[in-house]
C-alpha cells in the first residue's frame, strides 16, 4: 500500500526561476553602482539588454539609474550586419 500525503503540491514540480533570476539581476545592479558611484560621480552605465530580456526588465533598470541620478547611461545595441 502505497501512502500519500495530504501536503503534496503538484506546482512545486516545476518551478519557474525567470522571477528569481531578474531579481538577482536588479540586486547585482544595485551593488555594482552603489559600490562604484561614491567612488567616480561621474561614471557611466552601459545597458547591453539580450533579445530574451522583456522590456519591463530594461525599464527598471533604467528607472533605478533615474532613482540613482546617474545621467551618462548608454544603452549597447547589436548592429544588423548587411545583406
Known sequence: MKKT??????TLNELNITPLLD???VLLVIFIITTRK???PEMAVVV????????????DVLDLL???E???VVLATDSIPSP
Open 5 to 10: 500525503s495530504r501536503f503534496q503540491h503538484g
Open 23 to 25: 531579481l538577482a539581476f
Open 38 to 40: 561614491q567612488a567616480h
Open 70 to 72: 546617474i545621467t551618462r
Open 66 to 68: 533615474q532613482t540613482l
Open 48 to 59: 547591453n539588454g539580450s533579445d530574451e530580456a522583456d522590456y519591463q526588465n530594461m525599464i
